[in-house]
């Protein structure tokens, strides 16, 4: 099991550009797929990319070019590169994990999440 915690989050003007930070402790964070899922309030999670621990990524089609996922296992730091934002409802974006030789979205592991706020 992952304990994981978010950090990064905050309001920006459409266009701009945020990086949101996850930190992992626990199992092995090298051996798990990873990701980055936003929940507006009173809806569904949606996935927003993944990473498997091959660095093999996946991302929403809303996202793809606009954002990077990537991963550092020396850090134990999973991390989101958010760039030319649009403005939307605020949303928390969280990090999660799935289980050693579990394959992503079966997240089984969830951060609390952090507020990003993009305003017009």
Not at 6 to 20: D, H, I, N, P
Not at 44 to 56: K, S
Not at 60 to 69: E, M, P, Q, T
Request: charged share 20%.
């Amino acid at each position: 099991q992952l304990q994981l915690a978010e950090s990064g989050g905050g309001s920006v003007q459409a266009g701009g550009s945020l990086k949101l930070s996850c930190a992992a402790s626990g199992v092995t964070f090298s051996d798990c797929c990873v990701g980055w899922v936003r929940q507006e309030p009173g809806k569904e999670r949606d996935g927003v990319a993944t990473i498997t621990a091959r660095q093999f990524t996946v991302y929403a089609a809303s996202v793809k070019s606009r954002f990077d996922i990537d991963r550092d296992n020396a850090k134990n730091t999973l991390y989101l590169q958010m760039n030319n934002l649009k403005p939307e409802v605020a949303a928390i974006d969280a990090c999660a994990a799935a289980g050693t030789g579990v394959s992503c979205p079966d997240f089984i592991d969830w951060g609390q999440g952090a507020q990003v706020t993009v305003s017009s």
